[in-house]
């Protein structure tokens, strides 16, 4: 990904003035740098993960001012007051930005004119930018501590006294009253003066009739790229919603019809499936109730399954027939299994309640030994074993009949 940064000319050059502009990817490696009008940079801007204006010194105010212990939306309702003696015009007309807390308690205030920069800020939303920030190109400048550092180019020059002060001013471009005006500016302290590389044998000619202590230097997009990064003021959140881009919801226009429909097509795919099930049930259970009713003529249908069920156990009842479910059959399996242990447990107590036979076992006669001979045994004659503390068995049929028997068991009266 790449981010592209534009340094923005000084607004009296007119709406038709170049910018110059650097295409850099995420490891900071330069891929393209160059010149052009700002209406004619829509491709790199749409192929940018992020837009960086570097505003021209000139159009942006470094203010600072003595600001309360105010934070977020508290501190940019109080800097229209805390501006407006420091400023001509309207604050509320302006762009106010508060950078970090400074260690005297003051705070910068970086102030722009709104109905300036939200265009610009518009149109690179218009051309695709994703995200775009906007920095005062002041603080963009390389800062040596106990020095000033200055730059030349646009017809402008550029001042940085400290890490959030700094101006800029729309110059003729005369070499000799640049350098002089920049040496007359920087006061005492020495002056690190940044040139375009081809006027830079130009400007080293004329430092003798400017004055000492002034260092000569190329200006790169990497002095620029850097001091962006690390400027700690942004203005395009003080527009608010018109720095920030609006999602294109015509270009998800046919994704969302497409996914509704597969939505649509789902719903009426699974109840025509949930209709056809139903019918086959319907159908099922009215074949069940006519078996009923011809095997039972004189029974209404109330639940056919259950009714079978409590019908053939009747029967078998009646036949004499023991079915694996009733008490006898599982306490006789349970005597017969027990006679086969070495060692038989002694028994405390025997309860039967649906269609379990609940054993209490004295604690002291269990063996876990037996306890497993015990199981399999039981196995062997379809019966399962529980063990529960404390010392509590659980037998049940686990024959085929066994289940249905047990899921009717509270059906059964």
Not at 96 to 111: E, I, K
Not at 154 to 183: I, V
Not at 266 to 282: F, Q, S
Request: charged fraction near 20%; glycine fraction near 10%; include cysteine.
């Amino acid at each position: 990904m790449t981010t592209l940064y534009i340094r923005h000319p000084a607004r009296a050059e007119g709406e038709g003035a170049l910018c110059r502009f650097a295409v850099v990817h995420d490891g900071g490696s330069i891929a393209q740098q160059g010149e052009g009008a700002l209406d004619k940079l829509g491709d790199l801007v749409a192929a940018s993960r992020r837009v960086v204006l570097l505003l021209a010194g000139a159009d942006v105010s470094l203010v600072p001012v003595q600001a309360p212990p105010l934070a977020g939306a508290r501190l940019r309702a109080a800097l229209p007051a805390l501006v407006e003696e420091h400023i001509l015009g309207d604050p509320l007309d302006c762009v106010l930005v508060a950078g970090p807390a400074l260690p005297d308690g003051r705070r910068p205030v970086a102030v722009v004119q709104r109905d300036w920069l939200e265009p610009i800020v518009r149109t690179l939303l218009g051309m695709g930018a994703r995200a775009v920030a906007a920095v005062p190109a002041q603080l963009c400048l390389p800062l040596q501590p106990g020095s000033v550092s200055a730059a030349i180019g646009h017809n402008e020059l550029l001042l940085r006294q400290g890490q959030y002060e700094g101006f800029g001013l729309a110059l003729d471009g005369n070499p000799t009253l640049t350098l002089q005006t920049a040496r007359a500016l920087a006061g005492d302290a020495p002056l690190h003066l940044y040139v375009p590389p081809a006027q830079r044998g130009e400007y080293q000619a004329l430092l003798a009739e400017a004055g000492p202590g002034i260092t000569l230097d190329s200006e790169a997009w990497e002095h620029w790229i850097a001091g962006a990064r690390s400027s700690g003021i942004d203005l395009v959140p003080g527009l608010g919603t018109a720095g920030v881009a609006q999602r294109d919801w015509s270009r998800w226009r046919w994704p969302l019809r497409l996914a509704l429909a597969a939505i649509v097509v789902n719903i009426v795919g699974l109840n025509i499936e949930w209709m056809r099930l139903k019918r086959e049930a319907d159908a099922v259970r009215q074949e069940m109730a006519q078996t009923f009713r011809s095997a039972y003529p004189g029974q209404p249908v109330i639940d056919p399954v259950a009714q079978m069920r409590q019908n053939i156990a009747r029967a078998k009842a009646a036949s004499g027939q023991v079915s694996q479910e009733e008490f006898g059959w599982i306490a006789g399996a349970f005597g017969e299994a027990v006679r086969g242990l070495g060692r038989p447990p002694g028994i405390a107590s025997m309860e039967f309640r649906e269609q379990a036979l609940t054993v209490r076992v004295k604690p002291d006669t269990i063996d876990p030994a037996s306890t497993g001979q015990l199981r399999a045994a039981l196995g062997a004659r379809n019966l399962g074993l529980e063990e529960t503390p404390p010392a509590t068995w659980v037998i049940r049929s686990t024959g085929p009949a066994a289940a249905p028997a047990a899921a009717t068991t509270g059906a059964t009266p």
